[in-house]
């Protein structure tokens, strides 16, 4: 019998580097990691697929809140590896440097599984062939966070946001695509969030979320729906974005759009007071949003 998830999450581990102040902090982490907490926490069965070298298999121990069997491992050459630089306290400017790229994601690595929602956590562009979109499409609902599209190795191992040249041909089969304000300004040419917002949904994607040091936007062909962000303090900052993304996606399986982006923009909140992946559950975000945002 086959395997059925709310959410199905593929992505790199990547072994990071956390540079703020001058002072080097290494932890695995990755956009699967951050994603994968927000979907367990909402309640939501969650599958994970992700690639490292065998040498780092060890690093699977990050997924101990699923199931062993719910954990989908394929070796790569490599494993992902980022060191991230901050320059400023508030850990919104950042410079970024590769460290090592795990082999990308094919088709042949998907498991016989079942999902409501295929969701690609990706990390540097070339993490995913590109004919894995249109047959993860048929499968299920799609969701992908444009930073693994856009950021790119550069030849002196930085990365830099370079434009996406297929978005035209693929974000038709993207239900659910998320940027940060950045990534949308590369991909359409235009600083104006509900205005790339809407470019992107023009160009195919269903739902488009944009993300924001203040506040989270989607956009769903008909309507803008936005919630600030109220975090009190910022020390979490790092995977703010995936678990954004991921608690709507899933939320949005049993909600409509303006309930499952308070609820998102809530979890994020909520999670951005602590360093790491959100830990906390339902309860913790329904409270957060009952003494801030009603």
Known sequence: MKKHYDTFIIGHISK???????????????AVEASSYAAVAGG??????TKTAQTDRSLLSMFSLLAPADVYFVESGQTTSIRNVYLTPDMERRDCFALGHADPFVV???????????????????????????????????????????????????MSLLDWPEKTRLLPYIHFLKTDAAEAEVMTGTADRR????????????????THN?????????????????????????????????????????????????????????????????????????????????
């Open 214 to 294: 203040t506040e989270v936007l989607v956009f769903d062909g008909s309507e803008y729906y936005v919630w600030p962000l109220k975090p009190r303090n910022l020390s979490g900052r790092t995977g703010r974005g995936d678990t954004c993304f991921s608690a709507y996606i899933t939320e949005r399986l049993t909600s409509p759009p303006r309930e499952a982006l308070l609820y998102a923009a809530a979890m994020v909140s909520l999670k951005m007071e602590t360093p790491g992946p959100f830990k906390g559950n339902r309860t913790d975000v329904e409270n957060y949003i009952d003494t801030f945002y009603r």
């Open 108 to 158: 042949a690595d998907i498991p016989d599984i079942e999902s409501q929602i295929f969701h690609l956590a990706g990390l540097i562009a070339g993490d995913y062939a590109y004919t894995l979109l249109p047959f993860l499409a048929q499968k299920g609902f799609l969701a992908a966070d444009m930073q693994g599209f856009l950021r790119t190795i550069m030849r002196d191992k930085t």
């Open 16 to 30: 990071d580097e956390i540079v703020i102040g001058g002072k080097t902090e290494c932890r695995p982490g990755g």
């Open 44 to 49: 939501y069965r969650t599958g994970v697929l």
């Open 195 to 210: 205005l790339a917002a809407r470019r992107l949904h023009e160009w195919g994607a269903a739902e488009v979320m944009i």
